[in-house]
């Protein structure tokens, strides 16, 4: 092989092995990041989270505290790979689904871990707001990733069983 | 102690006085040691811990400030809390807090 075809082999190694690895290893982190969000779900199932704006009455809610719980996540070379594929002739993308799907489980979570280890019953009132960080590669096209942002307001409330 | 919640009144408190809008906002840029993990980070995508960080340690200036005016103001409550990200420079975002200083019984 002459100099020319090496480095044409280079280069496509350059863009193929960063789309392998994303794929292999951000398929295997995925799955596990969704195994273990199921595992605190379940811990977590006892304690009520709500969009309502006021608890039921028969609550006796007293007390309250802002919580919030948050996450920065970003899609792997090879969904972003596909996705611009997806781009071109326009359509549903899959892929970035499970990522904001395990963004905001994940950012729930952390908002419940946080009422429940400072002793509140519930959590009212919950937002969800999502923001997008500009990068600072490709001059601030390239997404660096999403922030997810939970909040609400923690309660003392005596929940029905 | 300030309370804080993002309902328009508190359970169980009543609202006795109201004393106007406050607001904290802090402009943060990114890490350069945590923009190369965060570079590394992408290409298996996944959370980008660093960042997750600094948005939270920004948010909590932000808060401490809103909380800061509103102490100032003799309030000991900030209710309807609301928060806004912006980016307002490549790299740099703006997190800002914002709510309704008042007085509780």
Redesign the interface.
Known sequence: MDNGSINILINILMILV?IM??MI??SI??HN?FRSLVRRERELAEFPAMTL???PASW???????V?G????????F?RFIASLIQIFGGRIGMYDS?LERARR?ALLRMKVQAKSQGYDAV??V?L?T???????Y??KGT??L?I?A???A?K?KVPR | ML??????E????KIVAIYGVVSGSTVRA?HIGR?IM??L?????????G??EL??EA?DEA?RRMMQQAEEMGANAVVN?R?S???VA??A?ELFAYGTAVGVE
Not at chain 2, 3 to 8: F, K, R
Not at chain 2, 41 to 49: D, I, P, Y
Request: proline fraction near 3%.
């Open positions: 960063p690895l994303g290893i951000g982190l995925e990041h704006k006021k608890p006796e809610a007293s007390g309250a505290s802002l919030s948050s996450v920065v996540i970003s899609v792997d070379y969904k990522l994940e009212i009132n937002r707001e923001s997008r960080l500009a990068s600072a590669v001059q601030g660096a990733g922030e942002l909040f609400g307001t309660i409330a | 309370i804080l919640s993002n309902t328009e508190i359970p169980g408190k990114k923009d965060a570079a980070k992408n290409m298996v995508g996944g959370e980008l811990k960042y997750t948005l939270q948010r808060m809390v928060f990200t912006s980016s490549q790299g975002a």
